[in-house]
């Protein structure tokens, strides 16, 4: 069956770099683009990147711009999340998508704190 | 960007009772090759959102048949025919036939 396990999340400082991994299973992983959207307690998911399925093309939230890099590793099925400058607005349980967004990760926590 | 805008913000409602959540774009969701792009979700406590609805009426595999969808270009429904106590939690719409993919603010399911 379709799993998605992210993982990378954690206690960050304001101003650093954090970087998410999302290990795909289950399905032929380099058919399919894949998004990353974070949800917030009181708040809507955000979408926040988007990948094709080979990884030339990424969209990503003009929220995010310039500080948010999405990529793919096909050979090993994993998908990635790289966000720099990181704020206390980024603080968010992160998920994982495949494209359509029928299948989701459980999430990998990031608390953007000092 | 497309704006989603649910009603209501939270409904309280009776078990065996019906519920119907409205979801309004700010634009018609038809995308160029005439089909509609948009999904509703359901977020229990704890857990990922579960995709019930897509392409505005289809129902996912595992959905019970007491969900339905309806809608056509900005105006959206879900209805729930007879609520139970399982259908606690988050509703959200989704769009994803403009760039960029956006949410509405969800209506939060109660029961009385």
């Known amino acids: 069956q379709v799993q998605l396990v992210e993982s990378g999340g954690g206690v960050v400082r304001p101003g650093t770099s954090l970087r998410l991994s999302c290990e795909a299973s289950?399905?032929?992983?380099?058919?399919?683009?894949m998004n990353w959207v974070r949800r917030t307690p009181g708040k809507s998911p955000e979408w926040l990147a988007l990948?094709?399925?080979?990884?030339?093309?990424?969209h990503y939230a003009e929220s995010l711009q310039g500080r948010v890099t999405v990529s793919r590793d096909n050979s090993r099925n994993f998908l990635y999340l790289q966000l720099t400058n990181v704020r206390p607005d980024d603080t968010a349980l992160y998920h994982c998508?495949?494209?359509?967004?029928?299948?989701w990760g459980r999430g990998t926590q990031v608390t953007v704190s000092s | 960007d497309v704006v989603l805008t649910q009603s209501p913000p939270s409904l309280s409602v009776t078990p065996g009772q019906p519920a119907s959540i409205t979801c309004t774009s700010s634009?018609?969701?038809?995308?160029?090759?005439?089909?509609?792009?948009f999904n509703w979700y359901q977020e229990r406590p704890g857990q990922s959102p579960r995709r019930l609805i897509y392409?505005?009426?289809e129902r996912d595999s595992g959905v019970p048949d007491r969900f339905s969808a309806s809608g056509s270009g900005t105006d959206f429904t879900l209805k729930i025919s007879r609520v139970e106590a399982e259908d606690v939690g988050l509703y959200y719409c989704?769009?994803?036939?403009?760039?960029?993919?956006?949410f509405g603010q969800g209506t939060r399911v109660e029961i009385k």
């Open positions: 392409k505005v009426s």
């Open positions: 634009q018609s969701l038809v995308y160029s090759d005439g089909n509609i792009y």
């Open positions: 989704m769009q994803g036939s403009h760039w960029p993919p956006a």
């Open positions: 289950g399905f032929a992983f380099s058919d399919y683009a």
């Open positions: 998508t495949r494209a359509g967004h029928l299948y």
């Open positions: 990948i094709s399925p080979d990884g030339s093309t990424q």
